[in-house]
């Protein structure tokens, strides 16, 4: 049991440390606030496509980590139900939820509506007039879920780090509010030089 205990934490601490997508998203939408350029064609298709095409990929690792928690869970001899009475279980596994609810409705529901605006763009010319407000609404509605997803992912991941080594709730309580301190920083600012 050992071995496979050791090769499902594996598996889902891969897959979260895959989930830091929310981060690398704020960083690329950042990046693009500071180019500070019009609408174009070129630039905003990358982007869009970066971010469009990363969804499937986030999906998958979700469901990895669901698998590999859940496989953990019968591994180490927990009960089922301390999924419903093992508050740092608990916490874990609603964070995990919540992730692909919320991606869900960014895959599903933001995304093609910002796609619908972005194909408007063509390689030879300027955008069409007012493109620009209509657009810039639902990147900024799609940057803040994704800065409360990066700070879901943190927190299951703290989460289940308090799992394995057992350490003091108010460690963790004390690691989640620097996971959302650092979720807000990222979602204010570039992060010019990695934690700062």
């Known amino acids: 049991m050992v071995e496979w205990r050791g090769l499902l934490l594996f598996i889902h601490l891969m897959s979260t440390l895959a989930m830091a997508a929310p981060l ?39 469901g990895t980590m ?4 859940l496989g953990l869970v019968y591994v180490t001899g927990r009960s089922w139900s301390s999924l419903v009475t093992a508050p740092t279980l608990v916490i874990k596994w609603v964070a995990l939820l919540l992730l692909m ?9 933001v995304q093609p509506r910002i796609e619908s605006l972005v194909n408007q763009l063509k390689p030879e010319g300027p955008a069409p007039q007012g493109l620009g407000s209509q657009i810039v ?12 997803c990066f700070f879901l992912v943190l927190t299951a991941l703290l989460m289940g780090l308090r799992v394995t080594f057992d350490y003091s709730i108010y460690l963790a309580l004390l690691f989640v509010v620097v996971a959302a301190l650092y979720a807000w920083r990222a979602y204010r600012r570039p992060l010019l030089l990695g934690w700062i």
């Open 66 to 69: 669901l698998a590999s928690g």
């Open 24 to 62: 690398y998203m704020l960083i690329i939408v950042n990046e693009r606030a500071r180019f500070g350029a019009p609408l174009s064609y070129f630039t905003d298709r990358y982007l869009e496509n970066i971010i469009r095409n990363n969804a499937v990929r986030c999906f998958v690792f979700q």
């Open 137 to 148: 609404p639902l990147r900024l509605r799609r940057k803040r879920l994704s800065a409360f």
């Open 101 to 109: 609810g919320l991606l869900s409705y960014i895959h599903f529901s």
